[in-house]
């Protein structure tokens, strides 16, 4: 009993340690040909920990079934592409360490996310959430000073001093030139990243950690993180609204909808806002019918590759990772020809669709609304509203396999579970 006790204990600071330096994909990591990041050390440490001792306790809950069959999608896709011929040549674009490699380690890290998801499961359940949620938002709470420095310091033209490992990542805004990454690689990374941790934040009632890490975002320059946190600003209030509506409130809503639209509309005519805001998802409102907006070219004909590539794979798609190497075939546009980088389709779901296929896009979906479900049947909503904005965001997100995604999923699940069932102090 007393191993065991010491077992829980290691286990569950490995957790903690494990969400504090979520963040820190870039800032704070060791190249070894690849970012090697502290969140990382800590779960193989827990994985190595289990392997020794040998057994672990896990909850029986419907979303592994989900995640089996998509994790196993995924594996058959890889092999079945991995010793397929196509009657065309695949392109060698520039990765880690070649295109079948590079798959190959992409499933890996699929597997550790989503061995993510089930130890952060496992202890939440068992524990509740407060300690864990306390030590995410300390991470959070240190990333996100970290780009509120760097960002004001380049917002002044001064050289901010780098984390180690970290690279500033840059972009134009007006007249200014502002490093936007934060801690992330990227900008839109980090912009989840703060996004999901500010709903995790105004779930458990931390308004004044919920307003820093909202404004955070700003720093990443991240449109879809930016209009993910009005989003979900708009649908939490106005889902208090209509349960407290009455018909003696119907004024009181349309002025508010009224406003929102005038707004809107008033903004629409904005330079700024065009160039900023709205040309990033529907193109530019003064050049929609000439088709030079390239933004919105680009993205539109990554959508059409994508939904290209399913269509000629359904079943088993192209493999993990492997979007870049069959784009060229299916890419009619020559303005969008790419060599230098590896291209994806910078959408979660046309990413499943055409690199895994049919089968492991189903059970995807089937797992998302497992997760709004459970957000569901929670006594506060900001995670059900949450999820619904995160969800949409992914429409502009790179990919799926960010520890700190499948962190916040299994903290929400952990959380349902710990709310059913009575925690014993044994975990091994």
Same mark, same amino acid.
């Given at each position: 009993?007393?191993? &065991?006790?010491?077992?829980?204990?290691?286990?569950?600071?490995?957790?903690?340690?494990?969400?504090?330096?979520?963040?820190?994909?870039?800032?704070?990591?060791?190249?070894?040909?690849?970012?090697?990041?502290?969140?990382?050390?800590?779960?193989? &440490?827990?994985?190595?920990?289990?392997?020794?001792?040998?057994?672990?306790?896990?909850?029986?809950?419907?979303?592994?079934?989900?995640?089996?069959?998509?994790?196993?999608?995924?594996?058959?896709?890889?092999?079945?592409?991995?010793?397929?011929?196509?009657?065309?040549?695949?392109?060698?674009?520039?990765?880690?360490?070649?295109?079948?490699?590079?798959?190959?380690?992409?499933?890996?890290?699929?597997?550790?996310?989503?061995?993510?998801?089930?130890?952060?499961?496992?202890?939440?359940?068992?524990?509740?959430?407060?300690?864990?949620?306390?030590?995410?938002?300390?991470? =959070?709470?240190?990333?996100?000073?970290? =780009?509120?420095?760097?960002?004001?310091?380049?917002?002044?033209?001064?050289?901010?001093?780098?984390?180690?490992?970290?690279?500033?990542?840059?972009?134009?805004?007006?007249?200014?030139?502002?490093?936007?990454?934060?801690?992330?690689?990227?900008?839109?990374?980090?912009?989840?990243?703060?996004?999901?941790?500010?709903?995790?934040?105004?779930?458990?009632?931390?308004?004044?950690?919920?307003?820093?890490?909202?404004? =955070?975002?700003?720093?990443?320059?991240?449109?879809?993180?930016?209009?993910?946190?009005?989003?979900?600003?708009?649908?939490?209030?106005?889902?208090?609204?209509?349960?407290?509506?009455?018909?003696?409130?119907?004024?009181?809503?349309?002025?508010?909808?009224?406003?929102?639209?005038?707004?809107?509309?008033?903004?629409?005519?904005?330079?700024?806002?065009?160039?900023?805001?709205?040309?990033?998802?529907?193109?530019?409102?003064?050049?929609?019918?000439?088709?030079?907006?390239?933004?919105?070219? +680009?993205?539109?004909?990554?959508?059409?590759? =994508?939904?290209?590539?399913?269509?000629?794979?359904?079943?088993?798609?192209?493999?993990?990772?492997?979007?870049?190497?069959?784009?060229?075939?299916?890419?009619?546009?020559?303005?969008?020809?790419?060599?230098?980088?590896?291209?994806?389709?910078?959408?979660?779901?046309?990413?499943?669709?055409?690199?895994?296929?049919?089968?492991?896009?189903?059970?995807?979906?089937?797992?998302?609304?497992?997760?709004?479900?459970?957000?569901? +049947?929670?006594?506060?909503?900001?995670?059900?509203?949450?999820?619904?904005?995160?969800?949409?965001?992914?429409?502009?997100?790179?990919?799926?396999?960010?520890?700190?995604?499948?962190?916040?999923?299994?903290?929400?699940?952990?959380?349902?579970?710990?709310?059913?069932?009575?925690?014993?102090?044994?975990?091994?």
């Amino acid at each position: 009993m007393k191993n &065991s006790w010491k077992s829980v204990n290691l286990f569950d600071f490995l957790i903690k340690a494990m969400l504090l330096f979520l963040p820190f994909t870039w800032a704070l990591t060791i190249n070894i040909g690849f970012p090697f990041k502290f969140s990382e050390l800590f779960l193989i &440490s827990i994985l190595t920990m289990i392997f020794l001792i040998g057994r672990v306790a896990v909850p029986k809950i419907g979303e592994f079934k989900y995640l089996g069959v998509f994790v196993g999608a995924i594996l058959i896709s890889l092999v079945v592409n991995f010793f397929w011929s196509y009657d065309y040549t695949l392109s060698e674009v520039s990765g880690r360490f070649g295109s079948k490699f590079d798959s190959l380690l992409k499933f890996v890290y699929i597997i550790l996310a989503t061995l993510t998801f089930v130890m952060v499961v496992k202890a939440v359940t068992r524990s509740g959430p407060d300690q864990y949620v306390k030590f995410w938002l300390y991470g =959070a709470f240190v990333s996100a000073l970290y =780009a509120f420095y760097i960002f004001t310091f380049s917002l002044f033209d001064l050289s901010p001093t780098m984390l180690p490992g970290h690279e500033p990542q840059y972009q134009s805004i007006f007249i200014f030139r502002v490093i936007r990454n934060g801690t992330f690689k990227e900008g839109n990374y980090m912009g989840l990243y703060l996004l999901i941790s500010s709903i995790i934040a105004h779930q458990v009632n931390r308004k004044l950690m919920y307003y820093f890490l909202t404004a =955070a975002i700003i720093t990443t320059v991240s449109t879809a993180s930016i209009f993910g946190a009005i989003m979900f600003l708009v649908l939490k209030n106005l889902s208090y609204l209509l349960s407290k509506f009455t018909l003696n409130k119907l004024a009181i809503l349309f002025v508010f909808v009224a406003a929102v639209g005038f707004g809107g509309w008033s903004l629409s005519d904005n330079v700024y806002v065009e160039k900023y805001f709205v040309s990033k998802f529907v193109g530019s409102l003064t050049k929609m019918s000439s088709g030079t907006d390239k933004s919105r070219v +680009e993205r539109t004909n990554l959508t059409i590759v =994508a939904s290209k590539i399913f269509a000629s794979n359904p079943i088993f798609g192209v493999g993990i990772s492997s979007f870049s190497t069959h784009y060229d075939q299916y890419n009619e546009n020559n303005q969008f020809e790419y060599r230098d980088f590896k291209i994806i389709p910078n959408n979660v779901y046309l990413e499943v669709l055409s690199e895994a296929g049919l089968i492991a896009f189903l059970f995807w979906i089937g797992f998302m609304l497992s997760l709004i479900k459970r957000a569901k +049947e929670l006594s506060r909503t900001s995670y059900y509203w949450g999820l619904i904005t995160i969800f949409l965001s992914l429409i502009a997100f790179p990919t799926f396999s960010m520890l700190f995604i499948w962190a916040f999923f299994g903290l929400l699940v952990g959380t349902s579970e710990n709310r059913k069932i009575s925690t014993s102090p044994q975990l091994f």
